[in-house]
């Protein structure tokens, strides 16, 4: 009881503060909405951003991943990290974009850059499937903190339910500024979390110190320290690591809200001091990495069905009611705030690129993009509902596929040249290895046992997109200059790329 | 080639079309956190435990995550010295 009445107040109070602070002072239009009005500073695009580095599903997906494997699960330390140099480069060009030609989406993007509103139609339809699978990931873990707080008695798919209105409730309040203040009450409450956690971690384990720890998880597991972990799966060895962690952060700016949150920024200066932070923040991963393991010895017989909830459980088992009722709480606010931000995406691009297109009058309507906002989380309940998988499988196949529309980003601000229907083929190449187990391990077969099979399809898929970028007709100057404004580099660019046009067309 | 004598503009972006960008060589740094986190991995997870009983793997990305943000503020600080954060 205790824990329910902590957990709820702790959401309420924080949803309704956030949505207080946001409201002030401002008149909510759809670029107000769903882009924050472009204003965001160092600090709040900050939280934001963090916001996607500390999801529900992440923590739990990373408590997991150590819980079950040990070493594999550390991952989770440079996914954050090595998206930031990626940001450094990349997320300034977005913002800068989406400022300068008035682009609210990922698809007006695209429309814009090709001067082709089939390809950012395309690319709306895409990264919504990608953004309802990605939500799956965020409201499984929400119910299964709703689960941890109300208890097992009812069943799983209420809480799926429950989770998905908060969203909408969530959502409709204030969109993307609310979301941005609460992501900061979020965050702070969530790193004090973990650390109360940590610091009575060894004594729930039931040895003396943090190092105990480490002894007693070597001394039950001798291979928990190194890949491929426990149990030693070839799919978790080293050809794993590094393949997912190469393909984790070019697919981390291919997710639609990506460009949601870099069109909230300021400015490129905002975007760029704020990636030296963001790493930073993943050393809070370090907490999450010693509570699993303290886990595997507190719960050495938890099934593995249960994996995903083990830092739950764990919590839940050993710590007195009001840090349960505190984490619960912590942990709904954590899975909201992502959540919030994919639904405020996926409405916008649906509205923007899809409904816009069909009947023009609604593409800057803010009552077509809430009546989205319900439509698709109501997808997401439901596809959560009727089907669950362990996060983390969940999560790589979802980057996986993803990771297939990182060709189309990263060349549309790197090559003249590239055409829509050359992404196009690339991407749908690449989407299919992917998503057809077939085509995936026959594929597979040419690379080392364990490489991760969004890698393969990214090379093919890239190869196809120049390929065919070369054969069909170059966007317009005007659109062009969307993605690569004034002279900038094109002058050794378009050098070595004449040259390579020439080279390719004699070959051909 | 840029010489370094040359006139440094203070910002690229108002430089006009006449003038070729400055090379942004420092940017190289942000290859570092790939290889620290990726191409290292082989020989890291071969060293298994230091400290007693601490997965080196851990230790290795730890530091791996300060030494990525150490070169994202070189290369922010190099910018910001040459005028350069708003360039795209």
């Not at chain 1, 799956?136 to 798919?157: C, K, N």
């Not at chain 1, 339910?161 to 409730?169: C, S």
């Not at chain 1, 996986?400 to 990263?410: R, T, Y």
Request: hydrophobic fraction near 55%.
């Amino acid at each position: 009881m205790v824990v329910a009445i902590i957990g709820v107040i702790l959401v309420v109070g924080s949803v309704a503060g956030g949505a207080f602070l946001a409201s002030r002072g401002t008149k909510v239009d759809v670029q107000e909405w769903s882009v924050g009005g472009r204003r965001f500073g160092t600090w709040l695009f900050w939280f934001l951003l963090a916001g996607e580095t500390f999801t529900a599903s992440a923590l739990l997906g990373s408590s997991q991943a150590i819980f079950s494997g040990g070493a594999p699960g550390f991952f989770v330390l440079g996914t954050v990290a090595l998206a930031a140099p990626v940001g450094y480069f990349l997320v300034p060009r977005i913002q800068r974009a989406g400022k300068v030609n008035g682009l609210t989406t990922m698809g007006d993007f695209f429309s814009a850059r090709f001067n082709a509103r089939w390809f950012g139609g395309l690319i709306t339809v895409f990264g919504i499937i990608a953004l309802l699978l990605y939500t799956r990931v965020q409201l499984t873990g929400l119910s299964l903190i709703l689960e941890t707080l109300f208890g097992t008695a009812i069943p799983s798919m209420a809480y799926v339910f429950a989770g998905g209105f908060l969203v909408v409730v969530f959502v409709f309040i204030g969109g993307m500024r609310s979301a941005a203040f609460v992501a900061v009450v979020k965050d702070i409450l969530l790193v004090l979390m973990l650390l109360i956690v940590a610091v009575g971690a060894a004594h729930a384990a039931g040895v003396d110190s943090v190092a105990g720890i480490f002894d007693e998880v070597r001394n039950m597991h001798p291979d928990a320290g190194t890949l491929p972990g426990i149990g030693g799966h070839a799919s978790m060895n080293e050809w794993w690591w590094m393949s997912f962690l190469l393909l984790t952060p070019l697919g981390a700016f291919a997710l639609p809200h990506a460009f949601q949150v870099a069109y909230t920024a300021r400015n490129s200066a905002a975007v760029r001091k704020n990636q030296i932070i963001q790493p930073l923040y993943s050393l809070f991963y370090v907490l999450i990495a010693v509570i699993a393991l303290a886990a595997i010895l507190a719960l050495p017989n938890l099934p593995a069905k249960q994996a995903n909830g083990s830092l739950l459980i764990f919590v839940a088992s050993n710590y007195p009611e009001w840090v349960v009722g505190l984490l619960a709480g912590c942990g709904v606010i954590v899975a909201l705030v992502p959540t919030a931000v994919i639904m405020i995406t996926a409405s916008s691009m649906f509205t923007s690129n899809v409904l816009g297109e069909i009947k023009p009058s609604l593409k800057r309507s803010l009552g077509a993009t809430r009546v989205s906002v319900i439509v698709f989380t109501l997808l997401g309940v439901l596809i959560t509902a009727f089907n669950s998988e362990a996060l983390l499988s969940i999560m790589t196949g979802v980057y996986s596929a993803v990771g297939q529309l990182a060709p189309a980003l990263f060349l549309s601000f790197l090559w003249r040249r590239t055409t829509a229907v050359g992404l196009t083929v690339g991407a749908v190449a690449g989407g299919a290895i992917v998503l057809v187990p077939a085509l995936g391990s026959a594929v597979l077969t040419a690379f080392p046992a364990g490489t991760v099979v969004g890698l393969p399809a990214l090379v093919i898929n890239l190869l196809l997109a120049i390929v065919v970028s070369l054969l069909t007709k170059r966007p317009p100057v005007g659109a062009i200059a969307v993605g690569m404004p004034e002279i900038s580099t094109a002058g050794v660019d378009a050098d070595a790329e004449a040259a390579a046009s020439l080279q390719s067309a004699k070959s051909l | 080639m840029t010489h370094s004598d040359e006139p440094r503009p203070q910002s690229s972006i108002q430089a006009g079309p006449s003038v070729r960008p400055r090379p942004r060589r420092h940017w190289w740094l942000l290859v570092i956190p790939y290889l620290w986190c990726i191409a290292a991995i082989p020989a890291v997870n071969r060293v298994g435990y230091v400290f007693g009983n601490v997965p080196f793997l851990l230790v290795w990305m730890i530091i791996g995550v300060i030494v990525t943000s150490g070169c994202i503020s070189a290369v922010y600080f190099v910018d910001r010295r040459n005028g350069d954060l708003e360039r795209i």
